[in-house]
């Protein structure tokens, strides 16, 4: 099984989330996550799904299907290595007396996460990262009491030198944040 | 001071309150600038603002009331598919727009251009259950090309040209949208202009292909030893017989068609050599296993048509000419793929190719008609006694109608002999539900291409289990006068599927008989006249008083009740594994 990450540019309507993601369960692809937001240009959704599948050939087909929907703009499909991306996750944790202590100089310099939130006998630690650190990290704090755990889903952009938004047909006339 | 009060109430009455037309007004306005000429329908709760401005429009836009919107879905596609042009289709929120889900979905894999217009409750009431409220954009999501839903009056031009817009370009398709009640009744707050959409940002089908995919085609189909052009439905909605026929004339390629690639070239042309697929001619399936480049055009592979893909035409090169991308590579791998309209495209390629002449080649693909004509054709034709064959009906329907009519068939045994035995002279002449295979489809269908097609003659072929799904049809067809021609071909039986009980399932005949009504009775009940024909040596009267009936006419012909379909590719195996009995 092969990680990817599949970026897809819409126009922001109502329903579009569902249209996308019918075709995913039409072929029983199964999501491992999604995010979606305004990108850089007014008007135009970013939705990032990350899948794991063993064809190529079946990904490419799903893209294309993808492509089809009326409202989509473009869509591109990665590996791992042709992006950067990352992830976010917030962990509560329980400080009641009696617990064990949690060691914040470990925590921050070694696992390069930090508490975000004390509450009277928890604390929220959000930790960034791509799912391997986020792992390494749950299993160190997770000799804590975890409360709450969660996970974003990914967020990615690609390595090449363009931006992405270059690949929109060309006569948009998007309006760009500042 | 009487002089001031006369003068007071026309000041009054000058002063400018700008009042503008209504959603239902708006979208009438709308369907008149599209050109929209008929609209196939049924009224109901959610719907009627539009039905009382249709009221006003009846001098402009013909409205025919169907008797379940279903059949108003199959009207609008059998009215499409001999235009060329969206079929429109009006209903109302809930049940009526649940009826017209089979006909979208058909229409949608079929490549059918088609707007249907759908009324849903008001904004206010949306998601509250509301009396006759369903989720038709949920529900009709996956089987529209695109869908939408209006909630205010502003918003109909501008949808409805897109709706026709996206409709009728690129590979065709259904477009539904959802107009609720409230967008109906509300004013405009502006004045109704309508511009006709040629463009939208993030739909951009391309129309004429890229050269360096055109010349590389060239040049496989230049150095082909058995080139072997595959045609669809593709051809002729992009209405490029001329360009076709041209191409395989200067090539000397020998054309077979898919099922609904029927009736894009003459059966008697010398190129033709049959149709492909499950039931499709002996030579055309067989020869695919031979051929070095394949020249597919607008068509998808269907299963039907290659059988186990994995085993399909393993050592042939592949050129694919198809204006949908995401049809490239998606069954079969296409070496050479040329994404565009077939029009365009073999206007493009027709310079670049050689001319040529696959005389032995072609005569390769003759051996196997003499093969088939052996085992089949000539034993069906000539049969001396028993009950009539329906591979006898349909060639004499051929030979009476000079193979120009438009045949409207259903879905099963039927449909495959229509397809067998007709010689089609004309394109446009094979209307019927290929990749849904929709049991029901053919009646109001041919209604439907009959409105759409009033200079020509349509046959309807239907089966005695099809006619039953969507009878109630005959209704629409008496009271709009249309004189559509029916046949059903009765063999008392679910053929197709009986077909493959005593084929694959050792005869065990599961649930595929029936007991059916008089069809006769029931037409005449509709005020249709008809009659049954069981004798061979009535079956030419029978035929001709069909045939020469002012207005529409049921002919029930009683057929051999267990008849098989051949040659048959049996689901799964390759096409080489066809079998002749």
């Given amino acids: 099984m092969t990680t990817y990450t599949i970026c897809i540019f819409t126009e922001n309507t109502i329903g579009l989330l569902n249209r996308i993601t019918i075709i995913f369960t039409r072929r029983r692809i199964n999501i491992e996550s999604l995010t979606v937001s305004e990108t850089e240009r007014k008007g135009v959704s970013r939705f990032t799904i990350v899948i794991k599948h063993e064809s190529r050939e079946e990904v490419e087909k799903l893209v294309r299907q993808i492509r089809k929907i009326v409202e989509v703009l473009a869509v591109f499909g990665y590996l791992n290595d042709e992006i950067v991306y990352n992830e976010i996750a917030l962990f509560k944790i329980s400080t009641t007396l009696g617990n064990k202590p949690l060691d914040v100089e470990t925590i921050n310099q070694q696992y390069k996460a930090w508490v975000v939130y004390w509450g009277l006998d928890y604390v929220v630690i959000e930790k960034t990262g791509n799912d391997t650190e986020i792992f390494e990290f749950f299993n160190y704090i997770k000799r804590h009491d975890i409360l709450e755990f969660v996970r974003s889903g990914r967020v990615a952009v690609g390595k090449t030198e363009k931006g992405l938004v270059e690949y929109l047909p060309e006569e948009a006339e998007w309006e760009h944040y500042m | ?581």
């Avoid at chain 2, 002063?15 to 196939?40: C, D, K, R, W």
């Avoid at chain 2, 249709?54 to 013909?62: K, V």
């Fill in chain 2, 1 to 581: 001071m009487e002089a001031i009060a006369s003068v007071m109430p026309e000041v009054i009455e000058t002063i400018p309150v700008p009042t503008y037309i209504n959603g239902s007004h708006a979208l009438m306005q709308a369907l008149v600038a599209e050109g929209v000429e008929t609209i196939f329908g049924y009224p109901g709760g959610a719907i009627m603002p539009v039905y009382d401005a249709l009221y006003d429009f009846q001098e402009r836009i013909n409205h025919i009331l169907v008797r379940h919107e279903q059949g108003a879905g199959h009207a609008a596609e059998g009215y499409a598919r001999v235009t060329g042009r969206a079929g429109v289709c009006l209903v109302t929120s809930g049940p009526g727009a649940t009826n017209l889900v089979t006909a979208i979905a058909d229409a949608l894999i079929d490549s059918t251009p088609m707007v249907c217009i759908v009324g849903q409750v008001a904004k206010k009431l949306l998601g509250t259950d509301a009396f006759q409220e369903a989720d038709v954009m949920g529900v009709t999501m996956p089987i529209t090309k695109w869908n939408y839903q209006i909630t205010s009056a502003d918003e109909v031009p501008d949808i409805i040209s897109k709706a026709f817009y996206i409709a009728q370009s690129g590979r065709p398709g259904p477009v539904l949208i959802d107009i609720t009640k409230s967008a109906q009744l509300e004013l405009m707050t502006k004045p109704f202009t309508y511009e006709r959409c040629q463009t939208i940002i993030s739909y951009k089908p391309r129309r004429i292909p890229k050269q360096e995919q055109v010349e590389a085609a060239a040049q496989l189909i230049n150095n082909a030893k058995k080139p072997y052009l595959l045609v669809g439905h593709g051809v002729q909605i992009a209405k490029a017989e001329e360009e076709l026929k041209a191409f395989a004339e200067k090539t000397g390629i020998p054309v077979a068609t898919t099922l609904l690639g029927q009736s894009t070239i003459s059966t008697d042309h010398p190129l033709y050599v049959g149709w492909l697929g499950m039931h499709g001619n002996y030579g055309p399936n067989v020869m695919t296993d031979e051929a070095d480049i394949i020249i597919a055009i607008g068509m998808r592979f269907d299963d039907r048509v290659t059988g186990d893909a994995s085993k399909y035409i393993k050592q042939a090169k592949v050129v694919h000419i198809e204006i949908d991308p995401s049809e490239i590579d998606k069954i079969i791998h296409a070496d050479a793929p040329v994404v565009g309209d077939a029009k365009e495209a073999l206007k493009a390629l027709l310079p670049l190719v050689h001319p040529n002449d696959h005389t032995i080649w072609r005569n390769e693909f003759r051996k196997y008609d003499a093969i088939e004509n052996e085992a089949i054709t000539i034993p069906t034709l000539n049969t001396p006694s028993g009950k009539i064959r329906m591979g006898e009906v349909i060639d004499m329907l051929s030979r009476k109608t000079k193979g120009e009519a438009v045949l409207v068939t259903d879905v099963g045994q039927h449909q495959m002999m229509a397809s067998r035995y007709y010689q089609f002279r004309r394109p446009n002449s094979l209307v019927t539900s290929g990749g849904m295979g929709t049991m029901g489809f053919a009646l109001p269908a041919a209604f439907g291409a009959q409105v759409g097609a009033p200079d020509r003659q349509v046959v309807a072929i239907i089966g005695d289990g099809c006619f039953q799904m969507t009878l109630q049809e005959l209704g629409t067809i008496v009271q709009n006068k249309q004189p559509v021609k029916a046949i059903i071909l009765n063999n008392n039986f679910l053929g197709m599927v009986r077909q493959w009980q005593q084929l694959f399932h050792e005869r065990r005949y599961s649930f595929v008989e029936l007991q059916n009504p008089d069809f006769i009775t029931i037409a005449r009940g509709f005020g249709m006249d008809g009659q049954t024909c069981s004798e061979r040596e009535n079956l030419s009267t029978a035929l001709d008083t069909m045939l020469n009936h002012d207005g529409p006419f049921l002919l029930e012909v009683i057929v051999e009740t267990e008849e098989n379909v051949f040659p048959m590719v049996p689901a799964g195996t390759s096409v080489s594994q066809i079998r002749l009995k």
